[in-house]
């Protein structure tokens, strides 16, 4: 059953979201040097907000908890994510609604259309789990 709840998680579809384009390079080019972290530039993603059982988004601040998951690395910084490897965000600090995720150590560009869903706590710690090990 998490298995199958983990598929449909990470799966794109959902509410379509726009993401970052060309014309937003000097925009994100001054924003990835403000950060001075590591970065990495996605496609095929899909940002996942954790929820309770009853469908409200769990407040954190004024954020809720997120990951981002993207079936393909188009770049990273650092090159510790290879051109296309899937990735996965840790919890979000940030997300500007228009294609970036700021996590505690990386920068993530989110190229293109991608999707925003909403999954349990249970479901996305699952997932985040192995990468944590």
């Known amino acids: 059953m998490l298995g199958m709840l983990i598929v449909e ?5 959902g509410q379509l979201t726009t993401g970052a ?3 937003d390079a ?4 001054r924003l990835l040097v403000e950060s001075g972290k590591p970065y ?3 496609r095929a993603w899909v940002v996942v907000e954790a929820t309770p ?7 954190v601040g004024d954020n809720a908890p997120m990951i981002m998951y993207a079936h393909h690395a ?3 910084s650092t090159g510790a994510v290879k051109s296309g490897e899937a990735v996965c965000s840790g919890y979000a600090l940030k997300y500007d609604g228009r294609g970036v995720l700021e996590t505690v150590d ?3 560009v989110l190229l293109g259309n991608g999707y925003r869903k909403r999954a349990s706590p249970n479901t996305i710690s699952a997932f985040l789990a192995p990468a944590m090990d």
């Open 26 to 29: 000097e925009h994100l080019e």
């Open 74 to 76: 188009v770049s990273h």
């Open 106 to 108: 990386t920068v993530y």
């Open 9 to 13: 998680m990470t799966r794109l579809d």
């Open 21 to 23: 384009s060309a014309k």
């Open 40 to 42: 990495c530039v996605v």
């Open 53 to 59: 059982f009853y469908g409200n988004t769990i407040a």
